[in-house]
């Protein structure tokens, strides 16, 4: 009977993270048109909740002002969701719990990131510049959920990251 296969946490990490780059292009194959436009009303919707003026240009696309914007992929965060599959993925539990875990994670993200623009779109159009109102914020986000995620891995917080990964 052959030995079971056994893969060391070093090699567990390796794997996730290797995962994430492809998972994320591929994510970028597709149109992904109904999230886009899903974010786009829930941006409008949102921006007019808090006094912002926005005017829908076509399904994916507004302005602000004499500035116009479109919605892509990126924006819909469903990238960094989906290339979070590998590294949020626990073989110990089942499926059902995974997916479920999976689906609250998804909506706390998905709220925490339309929020991010919503207010960012709100910033811009009180003179904020798009650096401040949206570009530094969308980096700090995903930054934070990167953190998140190796936090959540176990290979963040007390213990030091190499002992971590070798044990």
Not at 45 to 50: A, F, M, T, V
Not at 61 to 67: E, M, P, Q, R
Not at 112 to 131: C, E, K, P, Q, Y
């Amino acid at each position: 009977m052959p030995k079971k296969f056994q893969v060391s946490k070093r090699q567990d990490v390796a794997l996730r993270f290797l995962l994430v780059a492809p998972l994320v292009c591929l994510t970028h194959a597709f149109n992904w048109g109904f999230l886009r436009e899903w974010t786009t009303t829930a941006i409008i919707n949102g921006d007019s909740l808090i006094g912002t003026h926005l005017v829908q240009l076509s399904p994916t696309s507004f302005s602000v002002g004499d500035h116009s914007f479109k919605v892509v992929i990126s924006c819909t965060a469903i990238d960094a969701l989906i290339g979070s599959l590998p590294l949020l993925y626990e073989h110990r539990k089942s499926l059902m719990n995974f997916l479920g875990f999976y689906l609250v994670f998804a909506l706390i993200t998905q709220a925490l990131n339309l929020s991010r623009l919503i207010l960012g779109f709100f910033a811009f159009d009180h003179g904020v510049s798009w650096r401040l109102a949206h570009e530094i914020p969308s980096g700090i986000f995903l930054f934070i959920w990167f953190l998140w995620l190796l936090q959540y891995q176990g290979l963040i917080g007390r213990k030091g990251f190499s002992q971590k990964l070798s044990g």
